[in-house]
Structure formats: structure tokens, C-alpha cells
């Protein structure tokens, strides 16, 4: 077992306490380069807009009307002024409106998240003034000056976090339901919360022993 210093939240950064990770789980050998670059390939395509278009032969304006009788003019038959041939005429096999999200197995996706990183887990993640000073004194005693992922374990954002983080140059809050390596990938600093941290391991922990039962069942 691998143990992590739980500290103090706007205290300064002082240890209270310590929590157990799996080795299982968070152990450096169980980092997988190919599937956090996987994992940030899904984030990053359905994060695409996909509005893309080009006019095809019906979308293009122009008389559908048949420019002159199809012999004895001596010229190329032709159909139509909306022709993909002509100057102005539509586009053939132009990219069109689409998705680019495409479905990423949640067992790989929280296998990816066992990302080796710097890693930081408080107590709380509330401040008893929850005031953007605050927090911003709270993550530069811990030496958080840059991009910073805060993640807590509650069903949604309490106010006071978001009311005190929600204004600061670099710093994003998540559920940690909601995380993904991409988000602790981009970030200099991941600061968990205790009760997050364990939310997370449980659901690894759970994959990890599936996907070994699977194993022995294969062999």
C-alpha cells in the first residue's frame, strides 16, 4: 500500500492525517503512456464543433434549367449551371455537419486516469471564508501558482468553493465523477479532496479487479 499526506486546506499546508492507495491503482508502473494519449485524443474530438459545410449541387443558387438541347450544338452536353464542373457550381464530397465524439469504454477511461502527476489531497476543500483572497493565499501556500485542477466528491459544486475559485487565473473545479486525464494532464497541480481521492480509488480499484477476473477467465 501507498500512502499520500492528507494536509490542510488554508491551513498553511500542514499534514492532519494520510490515506492508503492501492498500488494496484496508483502505482508508477501502472501509468499507460498509449492510453492517456488515447484518452486525450477522445476528450479533444468531442470537443469539436463539427459545423463545418461546403454547398453541394441542390444547395448552390442557379436555374436547374438545361443550358441548351443535349446535340447538334457542337458543345459539351450540359445539365445544369449548378454543376460541380462549372465556376460556381457545387461542391462534391465537401465535408459536411458531424459529430467527432465516439464512445471510449469507461474501463479505459479510468484506467487512464492513473495519471502520474503532481498530486496534492487536503482535507476540505472549503474555506471558512470562501472569498477568492482566500483561496488564492490557501493555493500559494501550497505552492500552487499556476494551472490548478481542484476536485471535490459532492454531487455538485458547493457555492462556497465556486464562489471563491470560480475567479481565479488558472484554476478549474470538478466532481470527481467528472474528471478526466485530460484535465489533470493540462494542470500543473491536482488538488483532491480526501473524500474524492477515495471516491476515484474505489471506482479504479473496482475496474483493476475486473479487468484481472477477466484475465483468468481468458486463460
Given amino acids: ?10 491551513g498553511k499546508g500542514k499534514k ?11 502505482g508508477p508502473e501502472q501509468v499507460n503512456e498509449a492510453l492517456l494519449w488515447e484518452a486525450v485524443k477522445h476528450y479533444r474530438a468531442s470537443q469539436r464543433q463539427g459545423t463545418h459545410a461546403t454547398k453541394n449541387r441542390k ?30 457550381g457545387g461542391t462534391v464530397h465537401g ?5 467527432y465524439g465516439y464512445a471510449f469504454p469507461r474501463k479505459k477511461l ?10 496534492t489531497v487536503v482535507d476540505s476543500l472549503e474555506i471558512k471564508e470562501a472569498k477568492t483572497k482566500a483561496y488564492r493565499t490557501a493555493l500559494n501556500d501550497m505552492d500552487a501558482m499556476k494551472t490548478t485542477l481542484l476536485v471535490d466528491s459532492a454531487t455538485t459544486v458547493s457555492e462556497g ?8 487565473k488558472g ?16 494542470a500543473e497541480r491536482a488538488i483532491f479532496s480526501q473524500s474524492a481521492l477515495e471516491q476515484l480509488h474505489e471506482m479504479l480499484k473496482k475496474t483493476v479487479s475486473r479487468r484481472k477476473h477477466a484475465e483468468k477467465e481468458v486463460a
Fill in 1 to 10: 500500500m501507498a500512502k499520500i499526506d492528507v494536509v490542510n486546506f488554508g
Fill in 16 to 26: 492532519v492525517g494520510s490515506v492508503e492507495l492501492a498500488d494496484e491503482v496508483f
Fill in 59 to 88: 444547395l448552390v443558387s442557379g436555374s436547374g434549367k438545361k443550358l441548351w438541347k443535349q446535340k447538334g450544338t457542337g458543345r459539351a452536353r450540359v445539365g445544369s449551371i449548378r454543376s460541380p464542373l462549372w465556376r460556381h
Fill in 95 to 99: 465535408p459536411q455537419p458531424r459529430s
Fill in 110 to 119: 479510468l484506467g487512464a486516469l492513473r495519471a502520474d502527476g503532481k498530486l
Fill in 161 to 168: 468553493l465556486q464562489r471563491g475559485a470560480r475567479n481565479l
Fill in 171 to 186: 484554476v478549474d473545479v470538478m466532481l470527481s465523477s467528472d474528471v478526466h486525464p485530460y484535465n489533470l494532464l493540462k
